[in-house]
Each structure stands twice: as C-alpha cells, then as structure tokens.
C-alpha cells in the first residue's frame, strides 16, 4: 500500500521572507494543492514566563531569578530566541556563571 502521509515543519519569521522567497513559494504551492496544513505563530511571552524559564534553566528559585529576569526581558522584550541567545551571551561573557563555591548561579546585575 501506499502511504500518503508527511508531515514538514518549518519556521520562519514572517517579516523576514518576500512573497517571493523559496519558503514562501513553497507554503503558497501547498495551499494552491488544498494540502491541509496547520499554522502555529509563536509570540514573545511575559515577564513571569520569561522568569519561569530563567528558573528552570539555572535551577534556582523564581524569586532570586527576577533581577536577571529583569535584564533579559528589558533585552529581548520577552522573545524566546533572545531570551536564549541572550542568556548564552552572559554566559560566555561570563556575566552568568555558575559558582562551584556556593553550588548555585551567580550573575553580573550591573
């Protein structure tokens, strides 16, 4: 038998493609064949779930969080990638870092 099935999954940014860009191309071909596909758009989420995630990514408590929680959010305006990006940032620059002294995350506030 045959199988009809498949399943793709893309991201983009919408501002960032032309109508004629080959992403977009491709999705206007899918719609023309009445392919059903369904369409999930991601906005930036708020302060308290970038504070959540800041938490469970550095397994330290909500409320010791917020101060950095501020910074990043002040940063990225509460958009995923850039929480991330911006975090990794830190930490390379050594802003974020863990301290094997006192077992927890230690941040640069300034």
Do not use: M
């Not at 719609?31 to 369409?39: V, Y």
């Not at 930036?44 to 409320?63: F, G, Q």
């Amino acid at each position: 038998s045959e199988n009809k099935c498949f399943l793709c999954i893309g991201s983009y940014r919408e501002n960032e493609i032309s109508n004629d860009h080959p992403f977009a191309e491709f999705l206007s071909d899918i719609i023309t064949r009445k392919i059903l596909i369904t369409k999930i758009e991601l906005g930036n989420i708020d302060r308290t779930s970038v504070n959540a995630l800041i938490s469970d990514i550095i397994c330290t408590p909500e409320l010791e969080t917020k101060p950095l929680t501020d910074i990043v959010y002040r940063k990225t305006g509460g958009n995923i990638l850039f929480v991330i990006q911006f975090l990794r940032s830190l930490h390379s620059e050594g802003l974020l870092l863990f301290s094997l002294d006192s077992e927890c995350w230690k941040w640069d506030s300034a």
